[in-house]
């Protein structure tokens, strides 16, 4: 009971505090209500009478949110608090031993629009299972805390297209990352690989999936704004309150692709490009999945049904599906998947080849095709 009335003063108190500074300046209590009524109070305890107040990691209790989310000074501290607790994707490439480097893909010459770094393509597959959990043609590892062995992976999953317009949102957390251009083809550069011309990066990705989703029937939004620059470091809660937006705006959205570019190195620092057996000019694809929240299952189950339609498709299109401890913002919806195409050695032509492979094969597995 005492616990319970100290949370109540707290409430209290933090509604004073809150009501003192959202209605200073105001001159009359018409004013002072237009202010309450801009502040987004009402929705704020609709959100957490939802339970949607509170992100996956938070810990602070609904006072507290309520205090800080009435100062952008204070909400930016929310966030680098959060961070220090999340685990984030890793800025920097992975780099591959020689001897644990993918086995060379079939040669790259420029006749198949590949660039002279084509002694750097790679075929990423599995080549034993040790380390990996098979679910048919699917390869998953599992680098979270969480079990994936009890899931049941029958091609079934919770997601699903509504009526209603937008069905699928498509946004880049990371949309500077680009590509390895041919000689004449060069960008304007912000960063390893990065860039803000959209006409070169996972943007241009993102368009040519938009096209493709569109092709079936299915109502695209894409978001092409830039949450990764000029800062990398923030760009998922940046993206995370993008989202929400959208979601409020559009409740038809079930579907999330968060669109990005992957990157493999080795020692010396150069940039491998992941290329399909199949087809020399069309990079791999990837899928990486989030773990730390309830429901997490369903958005890897619908990952396992799309890389199994794909793989029957293009045996060596899809690399191993990765489960890591962290959300990646996928815990929207049962039908969030990040979505890395090709790597930084990739040419963005190549890119392209794998997105509409994988836009194609994503609409199929939706849409029941």
């Given at each position: 009971?005492?616990?319970?009335k100290?949370?109540?003063?707290?409430?209290?108190?933090?509604?004073?505090?809150?009501?003192?500074?959202?209605?200073?300046?105001?001159?009359?209590?018409?004013?002072?209500?237009?202010?309450?009524?801009?502040?987004?109070?009402?929705?704020?305890?609709?959100?957490?009478?939802?339970?949607?107040?509170?992100?996956?990691?938070?810990?602070?209790?609904?006072?507290?949110?309520?205090?800080?989310e009435?100062s952008?000074?204070?909400?930016?501290?929310?966030?680098?608090?959060?961070?220090?607790?999340?685990?984030?994707?890793?800025?920097?490439?992975?780099?591959?031993?020689?001897?644990?480097?993918?086995?060379?893909?079939?040669?790259a010459?420029?006749?198949?629009?590949?660039?002279?770094?084509?002694?750097?393509?790679?075929?990423?597959?599995v080549?034993?299972?040790?380390?990996?959990?098979?679910?048919?043609?699917?390869?998953?590892?599992?680098?979270?805390?969480?079990?994936?062995?009890?899931?049941?992976?029958?091609?079934?999953?919770?997601?699903?297209?509504?009526?209603?317009?937008?069905?699928?949102?498509?946004?880049?957390?990371?949309?500077?990352?680009?590509?390895t251009?041919?000689?004449?083809?060069?960008?304007?550069?912000?960063?390893?690989?990065?860039?803000?011309?959209?006409?070169?990066?996972?943007?241009?990705?993102?368009d040519?999936?938009?096209?493709?989703?569109?092709?079936?029937?299915?109502?695209?939004?894409?978001?092409?704004?830039?949450?990764?620059?000029?800062?990398?470091?923030?760009?998922?809660?940046?993206?995370?309150?993008?989202?929400?937006?959208?979601?409020?705006?559009?409740?038809?959205?079930?579907?999330?692709?968060?669109?990005?570019?992957?990157?493999?190195?080795?020692k010396?620092?150069?940039?491998?490009?992941?290329?399909?057996?199949?087809?020399?000019?069309?990079?791999?694809?990837?899928?990486?999945?989030?773990?730390?929240?309830?429901?997490?299952?369903?958005?890897?189950?619908?990952?396992?049904?799309?890389?199994?339609?794909?793989?029957?498709?293009?045996?060596?299109?899809?690399?191993?599906?990765?489960?890591?401890?962290?959300?990646?913002?996928?815990?929207?919806?049962?039908?969030?998947?990040?979505?890395?195409?090709?790597?930084?050695?990739?040419?963005?032509?190549?890119?392209?080849?794998?997105?509409?492979?994988?836009?194609?094969?994503?609409a199929?597995?939706?849409?029941?095709?």
């Amino acid at each position: 009971m005492k616990r319970d009335k100290r949370a109540w003063a707290g409430v209290l108190a933090a509604a004073t505090l809150w009501l003192a500074s959202v209605c200073a300046g105001s001159d009359d209590l018409t004013a002072a209500v237009n202010a309450v009524r801009q502040s987004g109070l009402v929705r704020r305890l609709v959100q957490w009478e939802l339970g949607s107040l509170f992100r996956p990691t938070d810990t602070m209790g609904l006072p507290a949110l309520l205090a800080l989310e009435q100062s952008p000074q204070l909400a930016r501290a929310r966030y680098d608090v959060e961070a220090a607790r999340r685990e984030e994707p890793e800025e920097t490439p992975e780099v591959l031993d020689t001897e644990d480097a993918p086995s060379p893909a079939p040669a790259a010459t420029e006749e198949n629009g590949t660039t002279p770094n084509s002694d750097m393509a790679r075929t990423v597959a599995v080549t034993t299972e040790d380390g990996y959990i098979r679910v048919g043609d699917v390869f998953i590892k599992n680098t979270s805390r969480q079990t994936v062995e009890d899931i049941v992976f029958d091609g079934t999953f919770a997601a699903k297209l509504g009526e209603d317009a937008p069905q699928v949102l498509i946004l880049h957390t990371h949309g500077s990352e680009a590509y390895t251009m041919p000689d004449g083809q060069e960008y304007v550069s912000t960063g390893s690989f990065r860039t803000a011309d959209a006409s070169v990066s996972v943007m241009r990705v993102g368009d040519e999936m938009a096209a493709v989703l569109s092709e079936h029937g299915i109502s695209v939004l894409h978001d092409r704004a830039l949450y990764d620059d000029p800062e990398y470091n923030g760009a998922y809660y940046r993206a995370e309150d993008a989202i929400e937006a959208y979601l409020e705006k559009y409740p038809s959205i079930s579907f999330i692709l968060d669109v990005h570019r992957d990157a493999l190195e080795d020692k010396a620092g150069h940039q491998y490009k992941v290329i399909t057996r199949e087809d020399p000019s069309c990079a791999q694809v990837s899928l990486v999945m989030g773990s730390s929240w309830e429901g997490w299952q369903e958005n890897l189950k619908l990952a396992a049904a799309v890389q199994q339609h794909l793989t029957d498709q293009y045996p060596t299109l899809m690399r191993p599906v990765t489960v890591r401890n962290s959300d990646y913002n996928e815990y929207f919806t049962p039908g969030s998947l990040l979505v890395e195409v090709g790597a930084a050695g990739n040419t963005l032509d190549e890119a392209l080849a794998a997105a509409r492979l994988f836009a194609n094969g994503f609409a199929e597995v939706v849409t029941g095709a």
